[in-house]
C-alpha cells in the first residue's frame, strides 16, 4: 500500500499532461516559413581575344600640292586609340575597343555585357512544429539536507510549447518533475 501515492501521482500528471496537450482551444502556433531564393544572372562583362583585322581595300588619292611632309609622317606614325559604344540599352552593352598605327587597324576587341533581367528561384518551406528533447545536468542547494546536489536532467518541449522536465539526483535518490 505504500505505492499508492506514487500511482496516484503518477496518474494524475499523465492526466495533466493530456489536458494540456489534447485541449482543442489552444491554437497551434504558426508554422515557420523559410525562403531560400538564388539569384541567376549573367553580369561579368564578355571580352573576347583582340583580334587582327586584315587588310581591307586600298583606294589610292591624288596627293595635293604644299603637304608638310614632318606633319604627314608624324601623322603616319601615331598611334590611335577608340573606344565605340556600338549599343547601350537595358538588355546589352556591346563596345569594341580600337587602335590604328601606321594607317593601319592593329586591335578590333569586342566587350559584351548581359543586362537581362534576373531570373529569381525561389523555394518556400514550411516547418511546422515538433516535439523537443532536451537533456542536462543541472547542480542545486537543498536546504534540509545542507549540501550540494547533482542532477540529471531531461526536458521535453511539445509542439504546443509546453515544456516538462523531469530531474534525477543520483545521490540522495530523488527524483523532481516540473512542468511550464
Known sequence: MKTAPYIIIIILLVVIFLQRECSRPQPCPDPVVRVDTMYRYDSI???????????GTVIEQPIPAGIDSLAV???YFARRFG??????DSLYLLSLRWEVSENKPTLFQPTII????TTIISHTISEK???KIFAGFD???TMPNQHISSFASLGV??????????MFDPIDKTVIVGAK
Open 157 to 166: 518541449l511539445t509542439k504546443r510549447e509546453n515544456y516538462y522536465q523531469v
Open 83 to 88: 573606344v565605340d559604344t556600338l549599343v547601350n
Open 139 to 141: 547542480i542545486g542547494y
Open 129 to 131: 512544429p515538433r516535439l
Open 73 to 75: 609622317a608624324r601623322a
Open 114 to 117: 548581359n543586362r537581362q533581367p
Open 45 to 55: 562583362p564578355y571580352t573576347q581575344p583582340p583580334m587582327t583585322p586584315k587588310p
